[in-house]
């Protein structure tokens, strides 16, 4: 007797000492998202003032607001092969300090003399920019996979994600009254020494699950238990990549049917995350005649809405695989509905109300936060021996739509002098999701590679 009741008192105190160090890395990754997307957001609440400094025009300001994207999407490839051979500590340390470094310079553009040099120098930093901000989201996808059992990995997935909503809520006034209090420069300057900081924290905090040295063994058992790829977050070596198949691992990610639709629906989500950070806060001042710190203060209601549905989109998706639903149907139907939800931002061209208008696109912009969950397909179907090679290839074609998207409105806009057209776009490319989603994707499932 007196053995069976310590035995139980043991399982008892190993159950109890079961550590939650895996929700402080999720607010580490959350934080630096929200700062991620502030910074790609600068020029949209600048952009107003900076047009008219500079003399822009709406068809250079598109191609300004795409340059990040170019780089982010051709650095794709190389950053997840980076992540997947150094792992996210070390990358995603460089990562932060550059984008965040680049930032900081931006608020010199007008110290170059003419329009024409601060344009280019303008346009070179947001490329560099986007080329260091590349490994980022692959990073997140790589540590929720390792750090997270599948039964959480939906709503720790959607936090982070949702973090581009909470930018705009936190880092949207900020940044609209630092403009009009202090002038544009000062917002490059106050988001780029924050990030520099953040850059060292991450350093210090950061380690891989079986590394920590505060994660309890009840911690870690339940991650391996639950599905999480806890030795999936260590570095490869080069031979593995070999071992794997180099470019045919590639091409067999490229070719899985599955894979692809998640990639294009991701491209057509974010049409809509890039009409928020880019032409939104303009479409406020142009098209509904607000001022910059008026645009700047209502942009973060569509933005609070985002964020709330990101999270409630996690939240339903797990609490149905708890339930007994199958993976598929878990991270199907949140993304259904959601953007489904998301094609009422057509509605704004037919409406003058000012108050309508911002509810019509906070309740898109729920809509989008309930359908954001891309990450979360990607953590539960990526290989094993590649989860940042495919985080980033997921990521290059999502982003895709950073630079179609602002030249795309910035056509729009310029042809017909009016954001109609952008909205009839964006809305479109929300129902493509859906039809992507039923149509195209079937089984969501873990790839697994075959044989080079």
Not at 9 to 30: E, H, N, P, Q
Not at 124 to 143: D, H, Y
Not at 307 to 324: A, C, E, H, K, T
Request: proline letters at 3%; one cysteine or more; glycine letters at 10%.
């Amino acid at each position: 007797m007196d053995l069976s009741r310590s035995a139980s008192s043991t399982d008892a105190a190993a159950s109890a000492a079961r550590t939650k160090v895996r929700y402080g890395i999720l607010l580490l990754i959350f934080v630096i998202t929200t700062l991620n997307y502030a910074d790609r957001a600068t020029l949209s609440v600048t952009g107003s003032a900076m047009r008219t400094a500079f003399s822009l025009d709406a068809i250079r300001m598109g191609y300004i607001f795409s340059a990040f994207s170019w780089a982010y999407v051709l650095s794709q490839l190389p950053a997840g092969w980076l992540l997947d051979r150094f792992g996210a500590r070390r990358v995603y340390a460089a990562s932060i300090f550059s984008w965040s470094l680049f930032t900081l310079l931006q608020s010199s553009v007008g110290l170059l003399g003419s329009a024409g040099a601060a344009i280019t120098g303008l346009f070179a930093l947001r490329f560099v920019m986007g080329a260091a901000e590349s490994p980022a989201f692959p990073a997140n996808a790589k540590v929720v996979a390792s750090w997270f059992p599948t039964n959480e990995r939906g709503t720790a997935s959607a936090i982070f994600n949702a973090a581009q909503y909470f930018a705009a809520v936190v880092f949207t006034p900020l940044m609209a009254w630092l403009t009009h209090a202090f002038g544009w420069e000062m917002v490059y300057v106050v988001l780029g020494v924050a990030g520099l900081l953040l850059a060292l924290t991450w350093l210090k905090v950061m380690k891989n699950p079986a590394d920590h040295p505060r994660v309890s063994r009840a911690e870690l058992e339940y991650i391996e238990q639950g599905g999480g790829l806890v030795s999936g977050a260590r570095k490869t070596h080069p031979d593995d990549v070999s071992k794997a198949g180099g470019w045919t691992l590639v091409r067999q990610l490229l070719s899985n049917r599955m894979l692809l639709g998640v990639y294009l629906a991701q491209y057509c989500i974010n049409v809509l995350t890039y009409f928020f950070l880019t032409w939104f806060p303009i479409y406020l001042v142009q098209a509904r005649g607000m001022t910059i710190l008026h645009a700047g203060l209502v942009a973060s209601l569509p933005a609070i809405c985002g964020f709330l549905g990101g999270v409630l989109g996690g939240v339903l998706s797990d609490g149905m695989i708890r339930r007994g639903c199958s993976l598929t149907v878990a991270r199907k139907v949140p993304i259904v509905g959601g953007m489904l939800l998301s094609t009422c931002i057509i509605g704004c061209n037919y409406v003058s109300t000012d108050w309508v208008v911002v509810a019509l696109m906070s309740l898109a912009f729920f809509g989008k936060g309930i359908g954001a969950l891309g990450w979360a397909v990607v953590a539960d179907t990526s290989p094993k021996e590649a989860l940042g090679l495919s985080g980033g290839i997921f990521n290059m074609f999502g982003n895709i739509a950073g630079i179609v998207t602002p030249i795309v409105i910035g056509y729009l806009v310029a042809r017909t002098g009016s954001f109609n057209g952008a909205l009839v776009f964006v809305g479109a490319n929300a129902l493509l999701t859906v039809i992507s989603y039923l149509v195209i994707v079937k089984d969501i499932r873990r790839v697994e590679l075959r044989p080079a």
